[in-house]
Nanobody, 114 residues
Framework: QVQLVESGGGLVQAGGSLRLSCAAS????????MGWYRQAPGKQRELVAA??????NYADSVKGRFTISRDNAKNTVYLQMNSLKPEDTAVYYC?????????WGQGTQVTVSS
């Protein structure tokens, strides 16, 4: 079992920044795939960014603005979000895939005001 706890969400003005954190209950050293998804009201959950075997992938809508990183020593994955836009408003979820099992956090709300 892997428990994921997100933090760092909040209300920010357009153009501002936030850093989300995802703390895992177990060592993430051997978890090859970790990522961030988001879900806006009335929309499907979508991939924002992922680290897969050390390689990073980003949704086109966030490239150049968001950065995903991981700290294995702290069992934590981060999402640095810069130049935020109102369309980035959503609940952001941390995701981990370990031994073919998928785990989700409870989500953290990010609201960007115009």
């Amino acid at each position: 079992q892997v428990q994921l706890v997100e933090s760092g969400g909040g209300l920010v003005q357009a153009g501002g920044s936030l850093r989300l954190s995802c703390a895992a209950s177990v060592s993430i050293f051997n978890i090859n795939t970790m990522g961030w998804y988001r879900q806006a009201p009335g929309k499907q959950r979508e991939l924002v960014a992922a680290i897969i075997r050390g390689n990073t992938n980003y949704a086109d809508s966030v490239k150049g603005r968001f950065t995903i990183s991981r700290d294995n020593a702290k069992n934590t994955v981060y999402l640095q979000m810069n130049s935020l836009k109102p369309e980035d408003t959503a609940v952001y979820y941390c995701n981990a895939i370990k031994w073919s099992l998928t785990y989700w956090g409870q989500g953290t709300q990010v609201t960007v005001s115009s």
